[in-house]
């Protein structure tokens, strides 16, 4: 008797979509959960090659949270690629200037940087408050 194994194809993916509230969440227990579902860790039908991951949604990203006072010491930095061209701006002045662009990077780099991270990128939409344009879809709710 032989036994075959059965690899997942793009064709045979079915995403689902969640919504996550990370209201007073803390900010990297939170990015692993949704890279965790952007990844497809949960579903045992994964496959490393193929991106089985499904959509999230994100609300209330501008009252999350850090631990031990961190709003003050985390620092995000880019640089223009031009000599003097570093820019830093602290996460609290982050937080007022545009909060889902924190969650945005906490769960971009909790990926795999290889091919399907930009994929697996486009699945996530991060919004300030409550409301959000995705209930067509009838996303189910994620508890952290």
């Known amino acids: 008797m032989k036994y075959k194994t059965v690899w997942t194809t793009k ?8 919504v996550i509230d990370v209201k ?13 579902l952007l990844i497809g860790k949960e579903k045992p ?28 010491k985390k620092m995000y930095r880019r640089h223009s690629g031009y000599p003097g061209g570093l820019k ?20 971009k780099n909790m990926l795999p940087n290889n091919k399907l991270r930009d994929s697996r990128m486009n699945r996530l939409f991060v919004y300030k408050g409550e409301e959000h344009p995705h209930t067509a879809q009838k996303p189910e709710e994620y508890k952290l």
């Open 11 to 18: 064709e045979k993916i079915e995403r689902k979509w969640y």
């Open 24 to 36: 007073d969440q803390i900010l990297g227990r939170a990015s692993t959960k949704i890279a965790s």
């Open 45 to 72: 039908e994964i496959v490393p090659n193929v991106d089985c991951g499904d959509f999230v949604i994100v609300i209330n990203s501008d009252l999350i949270k850090l631990t031990r006072g961190k709003e003050k």
């Open 88 to 107: 830093e701006i602290r996460f609290d002045e982050q937080l007022e200037k545009d909060s889902t662009r924190i969650v945005e990077l906490a769960v």
